[in-house]
């Protein structure tokens, strides 16, 4: 059974780098696309990007290049780095599952992690 | 990029009630790359739907999706007390964009 834990600090400065780390448990990370999605406390769903471990990469534009996704095949986990943090970074962050097609169009998200709070503030 | 607008907010309804959610897309959503999720208090969100009308796997049959182009739905045909939570739709056409959300309460 496939399973997804995300887990970094709770808190992290303005203007620092947000470090989070998705362990995969069930799946090999080689096997399917990886997303990060975030969710401000009481409001909406923003996606993050996915990765794939052939290198391709996949960004939301209006994050404006501060994202990096990242993929560790000997631990088999996922990392998003998000830099130059503001407020308006506090969110809980979520690790999903890309759907699987052929076409490479599913880009749905069939497995998530419970998600991990992260707080920008001095 | 593809606004998603999610009607109405709030809905408030009696277990055993019929409730249809509205998304609208600000542009076609093509091959009508739409999806639906479920999101209970304190839990990430779960696929329901995919593809405008297809069930994700497990999904209960009170559970429908619809629509093309700019206008989407997602019906539960008898609200069972799991069911009263907050729904998303999402676009996959262009990009990846979620609607802000229907939240489904008990009247």
């Known amino acids: 059974q496939l399973q997804l834990q995300e887990s970094g600090p709770g808190l992290v400065k303005p203007s620092e780098t947000l470090s989070l780390t998705c362990s995969v448990s069930?799946?090999?990370?080689?096997?399917?696309?990886w997303s990060w999605i975030r969710q401000p406390p009481g409001k909406g769903l923003e996606w993050i990007g996915y990765?794939?471990?052939?290198?391709?990469?996949d960004y939301n534009p209006s994050l404006r290049s501060r994202g990096t996704l990242s993929l560790d095949t000997s631990k088999n986990q996922v990392s998003l780095k998000l830099n130059s943090v503001t407020a308006a970074d506090t969110a809980i962050y979520y690790c999903?599952?890309?759907?699987?097609?052929?076409?490479?169009?599913?880009?749905?998200?069939?497995?998530w992690g419970q998600g991990t709070l992260v707080t920008v503030s001095s | 990029e593809i606004v998603l607008t999610q009607s109405p907010g709030t809905l408030s309804l009696s277990p055993g009630e019929r409730a249809t959610l509205s998304c609208r897309a600000s542009?076609?959503?093509?091959?009508?790359?739409l999806a639906w999720y479920q999101q209970r208090p304190g839990q990430a969100p779960s696929l329901l739907i995919y593809?405008?009308?297809s069930r994700a796997t497990g999904i209960p049959d009170r559970f429908s999706g619809s629509g093309s182009g700019t206008d989407f739905s997602l019906i539960i045909s008898r609200l069972e007390p799991e069911d009263f939570a907050v729904y998303y739709c999402?676009?996959?056409?262009?990009?990846?964009?979620f609607g802000g959300g229907t939240k489904v309460e008990i009247k």
């Open positions: 999903a599952k890309k759907a699987y097609c052929s076409s490479g169009s599913c880009k749905f998200f069939e497995n």
């Open positions: 069930g799946a090999s990370i080689r096997s399917y696309f």
């Open positions: 990765i794939f471990y052939s290198g391709i990469t």
């Open positions: 542009q076609t959503v093509s091959s009508s790359y």
């Open positions: 593809g405008a009308s």
């Open positions: 999402q676009q996959y056409g262009s990009s990846v964009t």
